[in-house]
């Protein structure tokens, strides 16, 4: 398997500029999860879908932040309009969740976009 | 409140020596499960090794054991015999709240350890 692919690797943007970051999941996993990763605040999950629905989002930061999963093989994270403070790793993993047991499933990482807002 | 804490920040081992990098967390719930994960200098995400909170021994996976200690509510992560490429960061992680389907999904990472294995 080709693992979670993530696009682009590398962003750099101007402030007030519209960014899209692509996943495309491992085939047949069912939870997709976008996190960000900031030397000030960690990783944080932003957001995580459960069959292509958003289950939560309580941690997308403010209404910039915008996420879709329009099938089980692709999913988008969008930010308009960017700002400095939006520059970070951001990842996406996803896992399958076996027959309702959900505790030992780990989540497969992409290799993450590094987004610079200059 | 943080679920889970990661109080090292930074550590450094002698080359084939172990060592252990602490992880505490936080939940009420009695059923969850317990992640750590590796980040190299290249920035992916590895996973290492897991621990359930009902699981009797403690996980082993090759030079990586998790001291599992539920009572403290602590999951260090031991790494025997360390080589040159165990250098990098590691964050612990937990899923609570995992009985039933309708449960949360969450996973949550603490702050992370950077580890450097001197030669």
């Known amino acids: 398997d080709a693992g979670v692919i993530q696009s682009p690797r590398h962003e750099v943007t101007e402030m007030g500029q519209e960014v899209t970051l692509r996943c495309k999941p491992i085939s047949g996993h069912d939870y997709l999860f976008w996190y960000r990763q900031t030397m000030m605040r960690g990783l944080e999950l932003l957001i995580y879908?459960?069959?292509?629905?958003?289950?939560?989002d309580s941690g997308m930061p403010e209404d910039r932040f915008s996420a879709k999963m329009p099938n089980a093989s692709f999913s988008t994270l969008k930010i308009q309009p960017s700002e400095p403070r939006d520059s970070a790793v951001y990842f996406c993993?996803?896992?399958?969740?076996?027959?309702?047991?959900?505790?030992?499933?780990?989540?497969?990482f992409g290799s993450g976009t590094q987004l610079s807002v200059l | 409140a943080q679920k889970i804490t990661q109080t090292q920040p930074g550590m450094f081992v002698q080359e084939k020596e172990a060592v252990t990098l602490d992880c505490t967390y936080d939940?009420?719930?009695?059923?969850?499960?317990l992640f750590w994960y590796k980040q190299p200098s290249s920035g992916e995400m590895i996973f290492l090794i897991y621990q359930g909170s009902y699981d009797q021994q403690n996980a082993t996976e090759g030079r990586y054991s998790l001291n599992f200690q539920k009572a403290r509510k602590s999951a260090n992560l031991v790494i025997s015999a360390s080589q040159l490429g165990d250098s990098a960061m590691y964050f612990c992680a937990m899923r609570e709240g995992v009985t039933g389907m309708d449960s949360s999904y969450k996973l949550i990472f603490g702050s992370g350890t950077r580890l450097l294995v001197r030669p």
């Open positions: 993993a996803s896992s399958f969740r076996a027959g309702g047991k959900a505790t030992n499933e780990k989540l497969f």
């Open positions: 939940t009420s719930d009695p059923s969850y499960g």
């Open positions: 879908f459960n069959n292509n629905v958003p289950i939560d």
